[in-house]
T-cell receptor
Framework: DTGVSQNPRHKITKRGQNVTFRCDPISEHNRLYWYRQTLGQGPEFLTYFQNEAQLEKSRLLSDRFSAERPKGSFSTLEIQRTEQGDSAMYLC?????????????FGPGTRLTVL | GDSVTQMEGPVTLSEEAFLTINCTYTATGYPSLFWYVQYPGEGLQLLLKATKADDKGSNKGFEATYRKETTSFHLEKGSVQVSDSAVYFCALVSGSARQLTFGSGTQLTVLP
């Protein structure tokens, strides 16, 4: 069990640029989640996949954000035309799936700074 | 909508002191409740959980009891250590939702 990994760990970009983050879940985990965490706050849900299907998106996920999970394995989160308000820690989590609320395991996060 | 309210921090204690971090929630139905911990420079880790009323979750000396009547899930530890210094998050999953709803976190510092 290698845990959830995220790349890059840090990203600094200029306003207006596009960025893409990658998340590799724990193998055999069917569910994958993206959250955003700003300083001093708890994580906020962005979106969730069951295998390759994106089943739910938060209203926080504006049109500039897009997430994919091709083949139900790794996932990418892209932010287009970044804004300073996008600066945050982006967290990925995965879980086994099944009935009820199963345990989510988090990666170390990608810290985005938009200048 | 669902929400989680945690006691505001930061909390500073001396080693071996008793710890309580309050957590109350608002949710539809019967949520599952969680405490996550974030150590400096590390990712979120599950500390403990409870899935139904009166369940007690426990791990590493920490405990929390799911109290439906008071909609609470307070975190306790009888004797804290310096290594417990971290940010603690209370969270829930309710109904058919799969995502976690988090509180704002409580920073704990334990002094030797």
């Amino acid at each position: 069990d290698t845990g959830v990994s995220q790349n890059p760990r840090h990203k600094i970009t200029k306003r207006g640029q596009n960025v893409t983050f990658r998340c590799d879940p724990i193998s055999e985990h069917n569910r994958l989640y993206w959250y955003r965490q700003t300083l001093g706050q708890g994580p906020e849900f962005l979106t969730y996949f069951q295998n390759e299907a994106q089943l739910e998106k938060s209203r926080l996920l504006s049109d500039r954000f897009s997430a994919e999970r091709p083949k139900g394995s790794f996932s990418t989160l892209e932010i287009q035309r970044t804004e300073q308000g996008d600066s945050a820690m982006y967290l990925c989590a995965s879980s086994l799936g099944g009935l009820g609320a199963d345990t989510q395991y988090f990666g170390p996060g990608t810290r985005l700074t938009v200048l | 909508g669902d929400s989680v309210t945690q006691m505001e921090g930061p909390v500073t204690l001396s080693e071996e002191a008793f710890l309580t971090i309050n957590c109350t929630y608002t949710a539809t139905g019967y949520p599952s409740l969680f405490w996550y911990v974030q150590y400096p420079g590390e990712g979120l880790q599950l500390l403990l959980k409870a899935t139904k009323a009166d369940d007690k979750g426990s791990n590493k000396g920490f405990e929390a009891t799911y109290r439906k009547e008071t909609t609470s899930f307070h975190l306790e530890k009888g004797s804290v250590q310096v290594s417990d210094s971290a940010v603690y998050f209370c969270a829930l999953v309710s109904g058919s939702a799969r995502q976690l709803t988090f509180g704002s976190g409580t920073q704990l510092t334990v002094l030797p």
